[in-house]
């Protein structure tokens, strides 16, 4: 019996001495995680205050981004795309031309245009879009032109851009130059998606007859088909819209002296097929006397008497 007393006595203090090992390791190890927690704390509120610091710096950049290119109105964004045919359109409308109308009351007419440019608010347009006019000597029928053409525009919801470019000195109005200075100059100022070649003195009646480009050229004044010869050398095809849509109000004037009518465009017409290769945009030549972003366009008046200087 005493024999397996002592027995009984050395497991009984064997299997405390295993109970008391094993909770001083539970104790042991939750301890050092009670240590490892707390010495990831601080790391914890740091990675979260670093976190913090920098969303607050990029949204700070954002901010700052956005007001740097608040007055630049081609800006990418995140609305979505204006309808293909937009909700604000009336159809066809009468035209009037009032003779007191001033520039100060169209600049009235039309706040949300600045420096001669427009984008709509609601939604990202579809196609960017400028507007080159040809001028000299016709400050009334431009008058005229802008009163009517800037709310047919926003009606269209696209973003836009009007250039007008002036021919200085006494030389012979040339609009086919004016229009490839036009086209150069507008490129340096944005990535246009379109061009749309304006005279000063027709006003679309209809806000149906969509100013955006197509995957061909789109002649926009059907009545008035007298060009379109390097078009067909390039097989290409003239898009037009319906007749009862393109239907322009053209406002009646003289011939102004430097602007009559060529007796040599029949001839030069007929060169056309050797020379329109190397007679364009890459022979245009001229002198850029100013460029103006006055707050319904952009006045580009450029002279060629004047040739420019060859660097």
Known sequence: MA?????????????????VTLFVMVLWTTFGY??????????????????????????????????????????????????????YLRGASKLSFKPSVTLEEVQKENPQVAKGRYHPVECS?????AILIPHRNREKHLLYLLQHL???????????????IHQA???KFNRAKLLNVGYLEALKEANWDCFIFHDVDLVPENDFNI???????????????????????????VVRPPADVARYTMIFHNRDHGNEENRERMKLLRQVSRTWKTDGLN?????????????????????FSVQPKVS
């Open 169 to 171: 000195g006494n030389t």
């Open 125 to 129: 347009a579809l196609q960017h879009v």
């Open 3 to 19: 024999l397996g007393l002592n027995v009984f006595n050395l497991f009984y203090k064997l299997k405390v001495l295993v109970l």
């Open 283 to 303: 022979s245009c030549s001229y002198k850029l006397l100013s460029v103006e972003h006055n707050p319904l366009y952009i006045n580009i008046t450029v002279d």
């Open 211 to 237: 100013y955006m480009c197509d995957t061909q050229p789109k002649h926009l004044v059907v009545g008035r088909n007298n060009t379109g010869y390097r078009v067909e050398m390039q097989k290409m095809k």
């Open 34 to 87: 009670l240590v490892d927690t707390r010495q990831e704390i601080p790391k914890a509120k740091s990675m979260v205050e670093f976190f913090r610091k920098v969303t607050s710096l990029q949204h700070s950049q954002e901010e700052e981004k956005i007001e740097s290119t608040a007055d630049v109105p081609m800006v990418k964004s995140f609305q979505s795309p204006c309808p293909a045919l937009s909700p």
């Open 150 to 164: 800037h709310p047919f525009l926003q009606r269209q919801q696209l973003d836009y851009g009007i250039y007008v």
